[in-house]
């Protein structure tokens, strides 16, 4: 698949697509959405019939990341036509297709891998309170005492908002016996308090399961530009935190795919997006972020 060819009909489809979301009345946010929606669609399509061939993984591997890249560079210069980007919707933008760019490889592994569907804190909160109260019943002391304890276990269950903890993350498989929970962040920020919370919670109702959970986090920026939120997870029990090159090693020790290698072969931001948006980039000190 030819790289240069892949963008100029990228490019066609998205022209294609600007002419007819011009006319339909929509103010800029709306017609960045819709340009956006369209070439993901385009991308999907393209997939499809890749899927349809029945390539070997790897080769197959290598078509979608391919398809996959053209898509966001081309994704980025329209909506940035319809609405000039800014500093920082920008930056999160490069973060969120930096999260599904690498993931496909676990989702068209080389190695044998199997995603799971984490399950409900709900479901967890049962089997645990199930487990106290047959511990609890077996245990030679009065009733009253039984009672009192499993009314103090129940008080404690109370405190614990079920709605609020969602055990859900960004990815979840299962390969030789253990189970792997991932998290994938762009940065650590001065704003991620609450969501580092959230996951010291997270990975210790993990850890209490009785399969054998390992909890990942990938991050795209290098462990220094992170702060001290990054270095409270990595100094936990619960994680493992792999930043930079280091993520990429991970990802093609369980995948089975070197996906540093590729990206140093088929991607180049700077020179792949068009002049006009490069200058913009450019311009407005943002090109620092096309960096994966």
């Known amino acids: 698949m030819d790289k240069v060819k892949l963008l100029e009909k990228f490019r066609e489809k998205a022209d294609e697509y600007a002419t007819v979301i011009n006319n339909t009345g929509k103010d800029y946010k709306g017609k960045a959405g819709a340009i956006n929606k369209e070439i993901m669609g385009y991308a999907s399509k ?6 349809e061939k029945g390539l070997p ?20 210069e329209y909506r940035n036509m319809f609405w000039p980007y800014e500093y920082m919707a920008f930056a ?20 044998e891998l199997r995603l799971y569907n984490p399950p409900s804190f709900g479901e967890i909160q049962k089997a645990l309170q199930d487990k106290i109260n047959n511990l ?14 499993l009314q103090y276990y129940n008080e404690v269950w109370m405190l614990i908002d079920s709605g609020n903890v969602n055990l859900g993350l960004d990815l ?11 998290d994938y962040k762009s940065g650590f920020s001065s704003n991620e308090k609450g969501n580092t ?40 029990p619960y994680w493992q935190v792999f930043c ?8 093609a020790h369980f995948t089975g795919f070197d996906l540093k290698k590729w990206m140093i072969e088929n991607m180049d931001w700077v020179n792949d997006i068009s002049p006009q948006f490069r200058e913009f980039l450019n311009r407005n000190a943002l090109l620092k972020y096309l960096t994966w």
């Open 46 to 51: 393209r997939i499809e019939k890749v899927l």
């Open 57 to 76: 993984y790897a080769e197959q591997l290598d078509s979608i990341l391919l398809i996959n890249y053209v898509c966001y560079v081309v994704m980025l």
């Open 92 to 111: 999160r933008r490069i973060g969120e297709i930096w999260e599904p760019f690498c993931k496909t490889p676990f989702y068209y592994p080389v190695k």
């Open 136 to 149: 609890v019943s077996s245990i030679d002391i009065p009733e009253k005492a039984k009672k009192e304890l």
């Open 172 to 182: 979840h498989f299962e390969q030789d016996g253990i189970f792997y929970d991932v």
């Open 197 to 236: 919370n959230r996951l010291l919670l997270v990975g210790s109702i993990y850890e209490s399961l009785p399969d054998i959970h390992k909890n990942l986090i990938f991050v795209r920026q290098p462990e220094e530009e992170n702060n001290h939120y990054l270095k409270t997870l990595k100094k936990s």
């Open 244 to 251: 930079a090159d280091e993520a990429y090693n991970a990802i």
